[in-house]
């Protein structure tokens, strides 16, 4: 059974600080990575995807590694904003077989950036 | 593209009714649609994958019979909560798979319902 794991569970920055969030999964027959964003209430906002063959993706300031064969994963923020602040989920999607189409969550880190 | 549109977006029922949760895909089309509960401060879990035209599979510990599940068509799914206990009250999120695409799940925006 897939497990995700997400630290740390909180993080509190000053603005203006680089940072990352470390995600690992214990199997590593995946088909994609993804990390979301959750505003307090809200649903998920896509941030990025990383497909298995690939080792990272980058969107503005943010960049998403992905050492598949070690079940690692982190997500790099530069130069954090207030607005940044939000829960960072980390999920995986199996790669077939008796876990086709599952998507495994972390349980995600609080990210708060300080003005 | 690719927006999933959950309807309502928050819901208060009195212990004992049903309450019905929609979730569309606007601008596609979904053969799989898949729906997941999240407690306070907790993440995602996947309650059931629902596939056009035939049964949901539901995942171990949700109840069927509580969680009834029909997906009748390629955009849409719906969650009906069977005579809902306070217990029940939480967010309920929805995704869709674009057909014949194994890759990228599109979230809805949730559902909060609250069981008095």
């Known amino acids: 059974k897939q497990e995700v794991t997400q630290i740390p569970a909180a993080l509190s920055v000053p603005e203006g600080e680089n940072l990352v969030l470390n995600c690992s999964f214990t199997d590593s027959a995946i088909y994609n990575l993804q990390w979301f964003r959750q505003d307090p209430g809200k649903g998920l906002t896509s941030l990025l995807l990383i497909q298995s063959s690939q080792r990272e993706q980058t969107s503005g300031r943010l960049n998403a590694s992905l050492d598949k064969s070690s079940g690692r994963s982190t997500l790099y923020i530069a130069a954090s904003q207030p607005g940044d602040s939000a829960t960072y989920l980390c999920?995986?999607?199996?790669?077939?077989?008796?876990?086709?189409?599952?998507?495994?969550f972390g349980q995600g880190t609080i990210l708060t950036v300080h003005p | 593209g690719a927006v999933v549109s959950q309807h309502p977006s928050r819901v208060i029922c009195k212990s004992g009714t049903s309450v019905k949760i929609e979730c569309r895909s606007l601008?596609?089309?979904?053969?799989?649609m898949f729906w997941y509960r999240q407690f306070p401060k907790k993440s995602l879990m996947l309650m059931a994958t629902s596939n056009e035209g035939s049964k949901a599979t539901y995942e171990q510990g949700v109840e069927k019979d509580k969680f009834l599940i029909n997906h009748a068509s390629l955009t849409l799914s719906t969650l009906t909560v069977t005579s809902a206990h306070p217990e029940d009250s939480s967010f309920y999120i929805c995704s869709a798979w674009p057909a014949a695409s194994y890759n990228e799940q599109f979230f809805g925006p949730g559902t909060r319902l609250t069981v008095l």
């Open positions: 999920a995986v999607l199996a790669a077939g077989g008796t876990s086709y189409g599952k998507l495994t």
């Open positions: 601008d596609f089309q979904a053969t799989t």
